[in-house]
């Protein structure tokens, strides 16, 4: 029988509703009775004992927030009996200890995946195409049209068959309601390339008309995308006055690698004459760039060389139970192996700085990690907003009252190893372990800038759904509950929905995931963000974005 309540912590002064509770409900908790004042919500959470305004709820063994007026025992939790508060935060020392997990089963095992001179090793090999101003997203988007389907990437032939359909009927002077969508009469066109895994585009709002410093970042994220382990080849379309140069991105990738040796071709439109002959020129130097790349083929790699990515996006009530620390076991379990783990999205580990100070390596880590948490929070108060507005109108529905009760859950995608790196905005993970990366908490921003810091792979958790993918790092969706991995089959790979059930347990869940890791990392699976070219990548330009 599924357990009907959970205690995360034992600091923790509320329980957690595993499953829809009723109003009058007496719930048994280790020996002692609480009848139930309100209808309670899986997900939600209710009190144990009298609170009354002022006092502190604790979940994950922190302060999460602080009640307004009074909530009785087995009272719920709401946004109007309950603010966000966290506890303050400093540097106290390094004396960490960590036990690592049993990774004796994964010691020996390998992924087979794209090996670049710098000694990194892709879990795929791409050919990005990056403007370096909004002013070429047009002739991007014709040659994405041109080349995608073509060349056996594109996913929409369904779609297309289906409105031809549709004009066929019209035409004749037919009713519609008759057709139907036929998906599985489609068929994916074999790819000329086999070896190339897909043609990307970075379509963006930037590179211009902004600050310089907006132009700079942009660079900086550029050129990190073209330097990526799963990028092999590169075409880049310049208008030709923007403020970020071509020269000023190439520069950027030469501070990124001096010995940079990808295929790389550059069009200035302003320098070509005619759309026709950019746009020629660039399809038919790319092909032959495609050519080239297409004779690398995957060979094996140890897993210290794997680069991962922990996210969570459309967050509920049960992430910071189920999917959140199975990724965190994964984590662990990578982190010991020797991989790179990267967590980011700073607004959503409010409430989770002790923690993560108190694990750093050393007082340098710790206080850069500080300096960029208060930095991002006092820009954010400027602008008259804050941490605690983060939680969005589903996130609330769905149980995370606070922004400190999501980010404490959040946090647990980390899992439990060292701080070894804080990482800014574009700044490379060079680092074995686990390394804080300074980004928005908003899904496509945060992996964003993820792969720009190295990922390879993103591990996705989501309760209510989202599609986010990017262009070059395959996402991996992780459901926290078995209702969304049914309901959304198309988005989501993996479900811990079992940990919420009890048929499952985190550190079971966490070692799947890795199976998964391991398969995906090779191209033996496809994560459902990649079959659908969900292909989402927007530039931080460093204001207020939570």
Known sequence: MQQKVLRIHPK???LVALTGLKKGDPIIFEGETIILQDDVPAKHKFTLNDLHAGDGVYMYGVLVGRVQGTIPAGGCLTTENLKHAAEPYDYHGSDYEWEAPDVSRFSNRTFNGFHRKDGRVGTANYWLFIPTVFCENRNLDVIREALVNELGYGITDKYKRYTRQLVEAV?????IDSISFAPSSDSRQERLFPNVDGIKFLNHEGGCGGTRQDAGIL????????????????TVLSLGCQHLQTSDFLEELKQLDPSFDKPLFIFEQQQSGTEQDLISAAIRQTFSGLIEINKQERKPATLDHL???VKCGGSDGFSGISANPAVGYCSDMVAALGGKILLAEF?????????LIDRSVDEPTARKFIKLMQAYDSLAHQAGSGFYMNPSPGNIRDGLITDA?????????????PVVDVLDYTEQATKAGLSLVCTPGNDVE??????????TLILFTTGLGTPTGNPVCPTIKISTNSTLAKRMPDIIDIDTGGIITGEKSIQQMGEEILEYCIRAASGEVIPKAVLLNQDDFIPWKRGVSL
Not at 171 to 175: C, D, M
Not at 347 to 355: I, K, R, V
Not at 405 to 417: L, V
Request: aromatic letters at 4%.
């Open 12 to 14: 923790d002064n509320v």
């Open 171 to 175: 035409k004749k002077g037919e009713g």
């Open 219 to 234: 660079g900086k994220l550029l050129a990190a995308y073209a330097n990526h382990p799963n990028v092999g080849g590169i």
């Open 307 to 309: 680069c991962i990515g």
């Open 347 to 355: 607004p959503e580990l409010c409430g989770a700085e002790q923690d």
């Open 405 to 417: 009760i999501k980010s404490t859950g959040a946090a647990k995608k980390g899992g439990y190893s």
């Open 446 to 455: 945060a992996t964003t800038g993820k792969a720009a810091a190295g990922a």
